[in-house]
């Protein structure tokens, strides 16, 4: 994963639905997202184009 020096490095998207969000992005963004992570309160994670984590 190669991040920019002053580049985002994790995106949070806080939706009523986790769940529903997280499937229009995975379209959107064309990527998959893992399973709830409880290291970031059970976000689902992707990497984005850039190598920043966006977590749902």
Request: proline share 5%.
């Amino acid at each position: 994963m190669t991040l920019l020096e002053h580049g985002i490095y994790y995106l949070e998207i806080v939706p009523a639905d986790a769940r529903v969000a997280r499937d229009v992005y995975s379209k959107a963004l064309g990527r998959s997202f893992a399973d709830a992570a409880p290291e970031v309160r059970d976000a689902f994670v992707a990497e984005i184009p850039g190598g920043s984590l966006c977590g749902i």
